[in-house]
C-alpha cells in the first residue's frame, strides 16, 4: 500500500468519523424547526394572506411573483431555514398551502412589539403585535400537544425542545413615532420594548423552548425612506451618508436590548439567548456596499424619483399615482443584485443573503454561535 492511499484511507476514515464526533451527519441539524417573531423583515406572507394586496415587482428575483414578502426575494429567515436544511417557513396565519412539520411563522408586515393600544407606538396597520404573536404560539403548542400521531401536517410535540426561536421584531415601535418623539426619546419609551421582548423569551421557555435568537435593530439612518422623510440637516450625516443622529439612537436601543438579554440568559442558565449583532453587519454593507459585490448603498432599487435616494413617500414601490397631475409609477431596477435596499425600507435579497452568511458564522453573536456547530449546513445559493 501507498503511503498515499493510506493517507486517502485515513482521510476517509477522518470524514466518516468526523461528523459522529460533533453529533451530526450529513444533512443533520439541532434544530427540527424555526418559530419566527417578527415584523415585515420575516414576515413570508403573514400579512397579505390576513389582507391580500400585493402586487410586483415584489418577488421579483427569487419567486418571479409576488410572495407576501417585502422583498424582490428571499429574506434571512428563509436564508437561514434553507441552511439547516428545512423548506421556507408557512405563516401561522395563511390557510392555504401551509406546512408546519418544520416550524411556523408569525411575523406581520408592520407588527410591533407593543400593543397596538399603546398608541404612541401603533403603526395602525398591523393588529399582530408580539403579544399577540405569543398568544398564536402557545395555541400552536396546544394544536400540537393535542394532534395524534397520524396528524400529518403537525410535527410531533417534542419539538417544541428542538426549536430555534427567532425575533426580529422592534423596528416599527422606534421609527414609527421618531420624528415625534424625537431620537432623545429612546431613553424614555423604548425599555418597555426590550423587556416585553425578555419576558416574551421567558415564556416561550416555560413552553419548552431553549434555543433564542434575537436580531438587533438595524441602522435605520441609513435607510433611503428615513433620509427621506426624517428631519435632519447635512451636518447630521455622516461620510457614507447615513444620519448619525439616528443610527446612534439605534445603537442606543441596541445597547438596552443586549444587556436585557444578558439577564434573561442569566435566568434561564439552561437555554440558549443569543443576541445577534445585525446592526453591524448591515451598518457595514451600506457603507461599503462595493466590498461586498454591490453596488448602492442608500439608494432604492424600487421607487420614484431617481436621484441620490430614488424614494418618495408619496408612491411606494410598485404603486402608481398622480403627483403634480402626472400619473407616475415606482418600478424596480434593472439590477436588484447590486442593491443593499430593495423598496427604502427593506433589504434586498443580496443583501438579506449577506446578512445570513454573518448570521450562520456565529462571530456577530453574543455569545458566538457558530451555526456549523449545530446543524450540517446547507447551501443557501
Ligand atoms: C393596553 O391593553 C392592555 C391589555 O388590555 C392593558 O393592560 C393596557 O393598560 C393597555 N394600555 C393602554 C395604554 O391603554
Ligand atoms: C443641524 O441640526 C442641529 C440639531 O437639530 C442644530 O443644532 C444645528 O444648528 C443644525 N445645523 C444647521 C447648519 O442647520
Ligand atoms: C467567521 O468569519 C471569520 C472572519 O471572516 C472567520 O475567521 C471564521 O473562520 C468564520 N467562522 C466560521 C465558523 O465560519
Given amino acids: 500500500m501507498t503511503s498515499k492511499t493510506s493517507m486517502n484511507i485515513l482521510l476517509f476514515i477522518f470524514m466518516l468519523v468526523l461528523p459522529c464526533l460533533v453529533g451530526l451527519s450529513q444533512g443533520e441539524c439541532d434544530f427540527k424547526a424555526i418559530f419566527n417573531f417578527g415584523d415585515s423583515n420575516s414576515d413570508t406572507g403573514g400579512f397579505y394572506a390576513a389582507f391580500p394586496a400585493e402586487s410586483g415587482p415584489y418577488g421579483m428575483t427569487y419567486f418571479n411573483k409576488p410572495a407576501g414578502r417585502a422583498s424582490d426575494g428571499r429574506l434571512v429567515i428563509d436564508f437561514i431555514a434553507q441552511a439547516i436544511g428545512i423548506p421556507f417557513l408557512s405563516p401561522y396565519l395563511q390557510s392555504i398551502g401551509s406546512y408546519y412539520k418544520h416550524g411556523a411563522n408569525y411575523a406581520t408586515l408592520a407588527s410591533t412589539v ?4 399603546t398608541s404612541l407606538f401603533a403603526t395602525g396597520i398591523s393588529p399582530f403585535s408580539l403579544a399577540i404573536q405569543l398568544n398564536q404560539m402557545k395555541q400552536f403548542a396546544t394544536k400540537v ?9 403537525l410535527p410531533s410535540p417534542d419539538i417544541l425542545g428542538k426549536s430555534l426561536y427567532t425575533f426580529y421584531i422592534g423596528q416599527n415601535d422606534f421609527t414609527s413615532n421618531l420624528a415625534v418623539i424625537g431620537t432623545g426619546g429612546v431613553q424614555e419609551f423604548l425599555p418597555q420594548v426590550v423587556s416585553q421582548i425578555a419576558a416574551t423569551i421567558k415564556e416561550l421557555y416555560n413552553l419548552g423552548g431553549r434555543t433564542f435568537m434575537v436580531l438587533n435593530l438595524a441602522p435605520v439612518g441609513c435607510y433611503p425612506s428615513f433620509l427621506v422623510e426624517l428631519p435632519h440637516n447635512s451636518s447630521d450625516l455622516d461620510e457614507f451618508g447615513c444620519m448619525v443622529s439616528y443610527n446612534n439612537a439605534v445603537v442606543d436601543y441596541n445597547k438596552m436590548l443586549k444587556e ?4 434573561t440568559r442569566e435566568s434561564i442558565s439552561d437555554a ?5 449583532d445585525t446592526y453591524t453587519v448591515l451598518l457595514e454593507l451600506f457603507r461599503h456596499p462595493t466590498s ?9 432599487c424600487c421607487g420614484y424619483g431617481g436621484g441620490e435616494y430614488n424614494f418618495n413617500p408619496k408612491v411606494y414601490c410598485g404603486n402608481t ?6 400619473r407616475v409609477t415606482a418600478t424596480a431596477c434593472d439590477d ?6 430593495w423598496d427604502g425600507i427593506h433589504a434586498t435579497e443580496a443583501a438579506s443573503k449577506l446578512i445570513t452568511y454573518a448570521i450562520l458564522n456565529g462571530s456577530y453573536s453574543d455569545p458566538p454561535f457558530p451555526f456549523q456547530e449545530h446543524c450540517d449546513l446547507q447551501p443557501i445559493g
Fill in 114 to 117: 407593543l400593543l397596538p393600544n
Fill in 145 to 153: 400537544k393535542e394532534a395524534d400521531q397520524q396528524e400529518t401536517k
Fill in 260 to 263: 436585557s438579554l444578558k439577564q
Fill in 272 to 276: 440558549s439567548v443569543i443576541y445577534v
Fill in 292 to 300: 461586498h459585490g454591490l453596488q448602492y448603498g442608500t439608494k432604492a
Fill in 321 to 326: 399615482k398622480e403627483i403634480n397631475g402626472k
Fill in 336 to 341: 436588484p443584485y447590486n442593491y443593499v435596499s
